[in-house]
């Protein structure tokens, strides 16, 4: 349950953040639990488990950024192309606010992967296409942490 609030809270913040006029308009605070840990690492040299949900979501977040390699890696992603795969990666993660059920250590280190795909999800979402192409990377490179340090099955 702890997974699927602060999933929550995340989502909420990266909506209010984007919807124009609304984040000047809403006054909130974000906060973690002061056991929040600031870095990534492993559980005693092990990757931390990993329910069903979570690993159905980091998998449609990985296939809609394989969809877009070619255009990514050459240059060719149009404005419109990085919204749309924005979308499809803030779609799996409300997949997982809604179904998401880690224990509370595991939640924790998990927040700090989709800390960086949320980010990178937003910079795909804008107009500008150097900070779409960051926000890829940004991604990419948390998909790569989270096979490093999450028991996800066949995750390559």
């Known amino acids: 349950m702890i997974c699927r609030q602060a999933l929550i809270r995340m989502v909420l913040v990266l909506l209010m953040s984007s919807a124009p006029g609304v984040a000047g308009a809403h ?3 974000h906060s973690h639990d002061e056991g929040t840990p600031g ?3 492993l559980k005693q040299g092990a990757k931390w488990p990993t329910d069903t949900h979570l690993r ?18 050459g240059g060719a992603l149009s404005a419109d192309q990085a919204h749309m795969l924005s979308q499809k990666v803030n779609e799996q993660i409300a997949f997982m606010v ?10 924790a280190m998990l927040h700090l992967v989709l800390a960086d795909i949320i980010a990178g999800a937003d910079a795909l979402a804008g107009q500008d ?3 779409a192409r960051q ?11 989270y096979g490093v340090y999450f028991d996800h099955p066949g995750w390559h």
């Open 129 to 131: 296409m150097d900070k």
């Open 98 to 107: 809604q179904n998401c059920k880690l224990v509370k250590e595991a939640d």
């Open 56 to 73: 159905q979501g980091m998998d449609g977040i990985r296939q809609a950024m394989r969809e877009k390699t070619a255009e990514l890696s």
């Open 135 to 145: 926000g890829a990377e940004k991604v990419s490179h948390a998909l790569e942490n």
């Open 39 to 41: 870095k990534l690492e």
């Open 27 to 29: 006054d909130h605070e």
